[in-house]
């Protein structure tokens, strides 16, 4: 991991969310001509308590000693979430980073097994990246027709944000999209710098300027239990939950189920089966 770009990281993290912080909202007399919307650094400096060279250095990407204490009242004054402040710590080093996952071949097959023993419920499994690593015929059959472009990049939000169908079929993409993003920037945190991490994110920005204008944000998400709503050509409008399970033992690798959140979808799920497609056809 390249070290300096994970502190330009920081500081791009940090600048826009100082921008985000109106004066007014820190006790600070608000109104007069400011050339960016925001926090000065030195009026940010000077609410956490540190000294204004050493947050300029900071934001600048400098190499400097950054502690927990510092670290928490920056964090207090930008206002950060929980998981926003997660990310910053990670970002500034000062939380241990997880070790890189280690499995044997047995191991991985129980667990690609759990995902097919699922089935009828649409499950898939991908690394913090969303690249597919294993999806059952459920989840297959059910995102089959979004495909009109040839799959050869298998990643979860590449699929959504590069596929023509995506934007009709999946009916909360407004919401869903940004969730995913923010769910990359947060792991993002511990793969600065990683050269498959960062041709993954340029290509992406170069081809989607939506990815590219969401991921500018900085903004971070955590997992959180959600909606999706999904018009299936047919079978209809479709609503499920996503639930989000992580193992221990392969911290990098996330298994999502869908389950139907109606009555009317549970009943219809089957309709989405391509045997039963082609059969009709």
């Known amino acids: 991991m390249s070290g300096q770009r994970q502190r330009v990281e920081l500081g791009e993290f940090l600048k826009v969310r100082r921008g985000r912080v109106a004066p007014e ?24 308590g540190v ?3 050493w947050y300029t250095w900071l934001e600048q990407g400098r190499p400097i000693n950054v502690s927990g204490q510092v670290l928490d009242a920056v964090a207090c004054t930008l206002r950060l979430t929980p998981v926003e402040r997660e990310h910053l710590y990670r ?17 991985e097959a129980v667990f690609e097994e759990i995902v097919d023993a699922l089935d009828p419920l649409p499950a898939v499994i991908t690394n913090t990246r969303f690249d597919i690593v294993r999806a059952n015929r459920a989840y297959n059959d059910l995102f089959h027709d979004w495909h009109q472009l040839p799959c050869i990049h298998k990643n979860l939000l590449w699929c959504i ?4 169908a995506a934007r009709a079929q999946l009916l909360n993409y407004d919401t869903e999209v940004p969730y ?3 769910r990359l920037r947060s792991a993002y945190g511990e793969h600065v710098g990683d050269p498959d ?4 994110l340029d290509r992406l920005r170069a081809i989607c300027p939506e990815f590219a204008q969401l991921w500018g944000r900085h903004e971070v998400a955590d997992c959180t239990p959600r ?26 690798l996330i298994l999502y189920v869908e389950t139907p959140a109606d009555e009317d979808t549970r009943a219809r799920l089957p309709l989405t089966r391509r045997e039963r497609v082609e059969q009709s056809a």
């Open 25 to 48: 909202d820190v006790g600070l007399p608000g109104g007069g001509r400011r050339r960016t919307p925001g926090l000065r650094r030195e009026e940010l400096a000077q609410l956490a």
């Open 161 to 164: 944000v590069t596929e023509p």
């Open 180 to 182: 995913l993003v923010g």
């Open 197 to 200: 991490w960062e041709t993954d």
């Open 227 to 252: 909606l999706r709503r999904i018009l299936n050509p047919v079978a209809g409008e479709l609503h499920f939950t996503i639930t989000e399970l992580a193992v221990s033992a392969h911290p990098d």
């Open 91 to 107: 970002l500034a080093e000062a939380t241990p980073l997880r070790l890189p996952r280690t499995t044997d071949g047995a191991s």
């Open 51 to 53: 000294g204004v060279t």
